[in-house]
C-alpha cells in the first residue's frame, strides 16, 4: 500500500505564493510518474501537472504554465508544487496522486494512489 500525505497549504492573497509538498511511502517511488490536480467547490477534479519518474519532464496545465512549477526528489520521496502568482481561481484542494506506470497523463483516471489534499486557498 502507498500513502501520500500533502502538506503547504494555506491562505494566500493573490499575487503571493505557496510551495506544495507530497511524501510517498514505499520504495518503488522512482518508478512511477507522478500528478498534482486540484478540485474548487462544485467542479471536477482538473490536472495541473505531472512529472516522469526522474523528473526529466514535467507538464503543466495551460492554466498554470508560467507560475507553477513541478519537482521532485526521488531520494526523499517527495514530490513538490511551486506556485507563484496566485490567483483566486486557483482556489481549491490540492492532490498528489501516483501514476499507475511510468507514463504520465492528465487522466485522474489513470492514477492508481492519491492524497487526502492540502487547501489552498487564494484571497483577492
Known amino acids: 500500500q502507498v500513502h501520500l500525505v500533502e502538506s503547504g497549504g494555506g491562505l494566500v492573497q493573490a499575487g503571493g505564493s505557496l510551495r506544495l509538498s507530497c511524501a510517498a511511502s514505499g520504495s518503488t517511488f522512482s518508478r512511477y510518474a507522478m500528478g498534482w490536480f486540484r478540485q474548487a467547490p462544485g467542479k471536477e477534479r482538473e490536472f495541473v501537472a505531472a512529472?516522469?519518474?526522474?523528473?526529466?519532464?514535467?507538464y503543466l496545465a495551460d492554466s498554470v504554465l508560467g507560475r507553477f512549477t513541478m519537482s521532485r526528489d526521488n531520494a526523499k520521496n517527495t514530490v513538490y508544487l511551486q506556485m507563484n502568482s496566485l490567483k483566486p481561481g486557483d482556489t481549491a484542494i490540492y492532490f498528489c496522486?501516483?501514476?499507475?506506470?511510468?507514463?504520465?497523463?492528465?487522466?485522474?483516471?489513470?492514477?492508481?494512489?492519491w492524497g487526502q489534499g492540502t487547501q489552498v486557498t487564494v484571497s483577492s
Open positions: 496522486a501516483r501514476s499507475q506506470s511510468a507514463d504520465w497523463s492528465d487522466n485522474p483516471n489513470l492514477y492508481s494512489y
Open positions: 512529472t516522469t519518474p526522474k523528473g526529466a519532464t514535467t
